[in-house]
């Protein structure tokens, strides 16, 4: 792969990645601040569970890819911007939801079309995927920069509701148009990387046109008691996972933690996931298998959500956040190589297609509801305020988790690689 194409692709996922984290790691205080349900978030995740069908065939069958994603980051990006400005719970849902269906087939393309351009896919795509997860790092580090000096907040939220009403309307408002550039950001960093698609190496659609539905294929490995108790099991967790995009920001604003700083502390997770992914996963994964891989990683988001319960500080808590970058590897991607290890050559990629279906679409669609649920049981009102005990509501995700690392202990056995005929 030549220098140019190769700088061009990680560009490409570093701005991919940094879009979303921009916006998502953030989405949480400025939910609650707006006085949105947490699960508005929905929208996102059933988009992902949609897009499939509809953004990706239409990449597959009518236009360049390339082309495709240009338009797709210009009008998401404009999108954006607009989604700054709404006040209104429904209509921000829908226009969430548009987007998302705008946004979320250019995940899946922009990893396809590195595959398409690639000579050796082994050995390039995962040094210019690393530049996805440097592109969510940047993020959290850019919005802090953003918020302490470029737009920096006049007070904070807390000092707010200290204040009179008609003080209070008046600094929530400039106090949500600072923040609001959590969407405006991002918006036109994808219109700039909606022109920077265009440059892009052609990339015309398959004359062999695939089927929408082919991942249903993979509906045959659940025969196997293994794959249905990893299928189950995977589904839970990613049920669980909103408790720390969502949830853990506005909990570290209770805790007293400046506004500005939370989107690095949300992105320290990267660093060991970084870690997990180019060194851990290579010495560990081998000499412990997938079955304590796996139980290893939802162990870890167990002890994550109990050390965000018992928290009493910020300063405690952060430093728990990084067990989610392992958790994340040794659970998502070692499923992956779970997948590939059991699926026949001829069902492997629509396996995979499953699996994010069941966990990116259905799970996480699913969490955001949980979520609001959960918060809610935990949730007195006072008067006027509303008090969350945040011990209870991480309570539930703590015992869910270690609940699945003891059923993949006791329940699930270690796959055996199957031999393939070589052709």
């Known amino acids: 792969m030549s220098l140019s194409l190769r700088i061009r692709f990680s560009a490409m996922m570093f701005l991919q990645y940094l879009i979303w984290a921009a916006w998502f790691i953030n989405l949480g205080p ?44 210009i009008v998401g990006g404009i999108l954006l911007i607009f989604l700054a400005k709404i006040a209104n719970g429904v209509a921000f849902w829908w226009l969430l939801f548009l987007y998302s269906m705008i946004y979320a087939p250019t995940l899946a393309l922009s990893n396809s079309i590195c595959f398409h ?32 000096y470029l737009r920096p907040y006049p007070v904070t939220w807390t000092e707010i509701s200290a204040m009179d009403a008609a003080a209070q309307e008046v600094q929530r408002a400039a106090y949500l148009n600072v923040e609001s550039w959590l969407f405006i950001l991002p918006g036109i960093v994808s219109i700039v990387y909606g ?91 081998p000499k412990i298998g997938i079955r304590f891989s796996m139980a290893a990683a939802a162990l870890a988001w167990g002890l994550l959500y109990g050390a965000a319960g018992m928290g009493e500080a910020w300063q405690l808590v952060v430093p728990a956040l990084l067990l989610h970058g392992f958790a994340y590897v040794f659970f998502f991607v070692v499923g992956q190589v779970y997948v590939d290890t059991v699926a026949s050559p001829q069902i492997r990629a629509s396996a995979q297609g499953f699996i994010n279906v069941v966990t990116i679409g259905l799970g996480m669609y699913l969490s955001s509801y949980f979520v609001s649920w959960v918060t809610g049981m935990f949730t007195t ?32 056995k270690e796959p055996e690689k199957k031999e393939e005929a070589a052709a």
């Not at 929208?43 to 509809?54: G, N, Q």
């Not at 597959?60 to 495709?68: E, G, K, N, V």
């Not at 530049?131 to 918020?147: D, H, Q, R, V």
């Open 30 to 73: 400025y939910l609650d601040h707006r006085g949105f349900s947490s699960d508005l978030v929905s929208a996102f995740f059933l988009a992902s569970l949609i897009s499939p069908f509809i953004g990706g065939q239409i990449a597959d069958r009518y236009l360049p890819t390339q082309l495709f994603m240009g338009i797709s980051q």
């Open 117 to 148: 351009h690639m000579t050796d896919k082994t050995k390039d795509f995962g040094a210019i995927r690393v530049w996805g997860t440097l592109g969510w790092i940047a993020a959290g580090l850019i919005m802090t920069f953003l918020w302490t």
């Open 195 to 285: 022109l920077l698609c265009f440059s892009l190496p052609h990339t015309p659609p398959s004359e062999e046109k695939s089927n929408p539905w082919a991942f249903l294929e993979a509906f045959k490995l659940l025969k196997d008691k293994n794959f249905a108790m990893f299928i189950v099991i995977a589904f839970v967790v990613s049920t669980q996972l909103m408790f720390f995009f969502i949830t853990m920001p506005v909990f570290l604003e209770s805790l007293k933690m400046n506004r500005q700083i939370i989107p690095t502390a949300m992105v320290t997770a990267q660093i060991t996931e970084i870690i997990s992914m180019y060194l851990l996963m290579r010495l560990l994964v």
């Open 381 to 412: 009102t006072t008067g006027a305020a509303a008090v969350i005990n945040y011990r209870g509501v991480f309570l539930v995700p703590c015992v869910l988790m270690i609940a699945c690392a003891l059923a993949f202990l006791l329940f699930f």
